[in-house]
């Protein structure tokens, strides 16, 4: 909790601290000596740390005193010597020293690139990954849950996960949603769920969805009723039953049987009467293969519900309407109003005809009304 507040400190640009004398410094010094005390590493490799944990932080846009994770640099020294020295260490770390080099860990991880020296990254994640579940389950590891799993699925964006072995990418993904039978179910929050229902994971490419339909299926073996249950997860699980990649599709169906409590491969169980709620929108969604499932999905699930055909393509054909472009709707208002305008000017057309001379109308009061009761003034004549 220490290290947010000092990296903080020893990041900010603004005058107000710069004006303060060796403000940089002094942070830069207690954030060494905050590396000092994870006990799992030497001392010497403190400076180590604190350097790495800098290059793998920035500063939020949208929020100009906090945090993100970005890709390290390559190459980067202070990081592949932290992370060789964890790996050396063979063993899972304290939950207060992994919460420190986290950072560290997740930007090895981010981006298209393994960084020399950081091939060890995923292993060490593995090792942390163990306590979320099991006989080794350790409470303080359950927060981080989320956060390794948006970790591992920002790795699976890219081809060099398929690089990693023992444990592999997806291996790890399973792993943070591994529950005990004994577990309470309560204690399964939606949002640690999030990760792998949006456009990160069954929403995301390839191997991010592949990922998520595994780790849904290994939550659905112990608490099937949590998938089930959930509107968003079943969708998303139905939406990957249909999709045009063989692998995805095969193992979606697996998951959906799973849920179902289904062992023989039969005709899908249909989903939830309720199917058409969070599967309309991705007939628009802006991935073509994930709206060429929905749709398929769509249709599927019609045939098997068939007493609500009519609501549901009702509800399809209003969606359609509201989303279909209108004659006027590309067109800005100030461009309306001139083309309104230009429209009321009628056009002078040649028909060759000689044309008619207006009309004046006389506007005034007759002048012998006018001069009722007045007496008349008038300009007399010369006398010749």
């Known amino acids: 909790r220490l290290a947010t507040p000092v990296l903080l400190v020893a990041k900010i640009q603004c005058p107000a601290f710069q004006s303060v004398p060796q403000c940089r410094y002094r942070a830069m010094r207690i954030l060494r000596s905050l590396a000092t005390c994870v006990?799992?590493?030497?001392?010497?490799?403190?400076?180590?740390?604190?350097?790495?944990?800098?290059?793998?932080?920035?500063?939020?846009?949208?929020?100009?005193?906090?945090?993100?994770?970005?890709?390290?640099?390559?190459?980067?020294?202070?990081?592949?010597?932290?992370?060789?020295?964890?790996?050396?260490?063979?063993?899972?770390?304290?939950?207060?020293?992994?919460a420190f080099i986290f950072p560290i860990l997740r930007a090895a991880l981010t981006g298209p690139r393994t960084i020399q020296g950081c091939e060890t990254a995923l292993r060490i994640l593995g090792l942390h990954v163990d306590l979320l579940s099991g006989d080794d389950y350790t409470p303080a590891f359950a927060s981080h849950r989320k956060e390794l799993a948006i970790t591992v699925l920002e790795l699976l964006k890219h081809d060099r996960a398929l690089a990693f072995q023992s444990p592999s990418s997806i291996e790890v993904l399973v792993g943070c949603y591994r529950y005990s039978d004994t577990e309470d179910i309560s204690t399964v929050t939606t949002g640690e769920l999030a990760p792998l229902l949006d456009e990160r994971g069954a929403l995301g490419p390839h191997y991010c969805r592949l990922g998520s339909m595994m780790a849904i299926?290994?939550?659905?073996?112990?608490?099937?009723?949590?998938?089930?249950?959930?509107?968003?997860?079943?969708?998303?699980?139905?939406?990957?039953?249909?999709?045009?990649?063989?692998?995805?599709?095969?193992?979606?169906?697996?998951?959906?049987?799973?849920?179902?409590?289904?062992?023989?491969?039969?005709?899908?169980?249909?989903?939830?009467?309720?199917?058409?709620?969070?599967?309309?929108?991705?007939?628009?969604?802006?991935?073509?293969?994930?709206?060429?499932?929905?749709?398929?999905?769509?249709?599927?699930?019609?045939?098997?519900?068939?007493?609500?055909?009519?609501?549901?393509?009702?509800?399809?054909?209003?969606?359609?309407?509201?989303?279909?472009?209108?004659?006027?709707?590309?067109?800005?208002?100030?461009?309306?109003?001139?083309?309104?305008?230009?429209?009321?000017?009628?056009?002078?057309?040649?028909?060759?005809?000689?044309?008619?001379?207006?009309?004046?109308?006389?506007?005034?009061?007759?002048?012998?009304?006018?001069?009722?009761?007045?007496?008349?003034?008038?300009?007399?004549?010369?006398?010749?």
């Open 39 to 98: 006990y799992e590493v030497d001392e010497s490799f403190a400076s180590d740390m604190a350097d790495a944990l800098l290059m793998s932080t920035r500063f939020l846009k949208s929020a100009p005193l906090s945090l993100e994770t970005v890709a390290l640099p390559s190459p980067c020294t202070s990081a592949a010597a932290t992370l060789q020295e964890i790996g050396d260490f063979g063993d899972s770390l304290s939950a207060g020293s992994f």
């Open 217 to 384: 299926a290994e939550i659905a073996a112990v608490h099937p009723k949590l998938v089930k249950n959930n509107p968003l997860a079943e969708n998303r699980v139905w939406v990957n039953c249909f999709d045009s990649d063989e692998e995805i599709r095969s193992q979606a169906r697996k998951t959906w049987r799973c849920v179902h409590c289904e062992t023989h491969e039969s005709a899908l169980p249909p989903p939830s009467p309720l199917y058409a709620v969070p599967l309309v929108p991705l007939l628009s969604y802006r991935d073509a293969s994930i709206a060429e499932a929905a749709a398929t999905a769509f249709a599927h699930a019609l045939g098997q519900h068939g007493g609500s055909i009519s609501r549901n393509l009702e509800s399809l054909c209003k969606a359609y309407i509201e989303a279909y472009p209108t004659k006027g709707s590309a067109v800005s208002t100030s461009s309306t109003a001139k083309s309104a305008s230009a429209s009321q000017k009628k056009k002078s057309i040649a028909t060759g005809l000689p044309k008619k001379k207006p009309i004046k109308k006389k506007t005034g009061t007759p002048a012998g009304i006018a001069n009722i009761g007045k007496t008349s003034v008038g300009t007399k004549k010369k006398s010749s």
